[in-house]
């Protein structure tokens, strides 16, 4: 009751495969803020708190567009688990796949990698996928 609500913000966030900036709660039509408290707000078991994910603000044009780069996030069940790479809209993802094993400790264990509900191939292609800057990766296993 005392815990502030930015917990359940990040947690659903996380669930979510979004940043936290994009949550956001509402009791009875009426946004709550993340630092207040049940407590605070004087909420009961019977009150229902709707969640809503706030639409992507497009980000300006960055070096790395030009060139053919792509920054993307990938993320695993973990929050300490992400990984931002930057990579060729062109290369293979198995790259991106070896590098976050590696990276997170986790080489020789079997990890399926998600992007928008779709399990990605080694050959596949950020290009292939129409993947943006700044988009989610998400590892399961």
Do not use: N
């Amino acid at each position: 009751m005392s815990d502030p609500l930015q917990g359940v913000v990040d947690h659903l966030a996380s669930q979510l495969g979004v940043s936290s900036a994009r949550i956001l709660l509402l009791l009875r039509e009426a946004e709550l803020p993340s630092s207040a408290t049940p407590e605070t707000l004087r909420l009961s078991v019977a009150d229902i708190i709707d969640c809503v994910v706030l639409p992507k603000t497009p980000e300006p044009a960055e070096e790395s567009d030009v060139d053919g780069k792509l920054r993307l996030r990938v993320q695993g069940k973990e929050k300490h688990q992400l990984l931002e790479v930057t990579m060729s809209r062109a290369a293979p993802l198995g790259t991106l796949m070896s590098h976050y094993a590696e990276a997170m400790g986790l080489t020789g264990r079997e990890l399926s990698f998600f992007f928008d509900g779709e399990k990605l191939t080694h050959q596949g292609t950020p290009a292939e996928l129409g993947m943006e800057q700044g988009d989610l990766i998400e590892v399961w296993g």
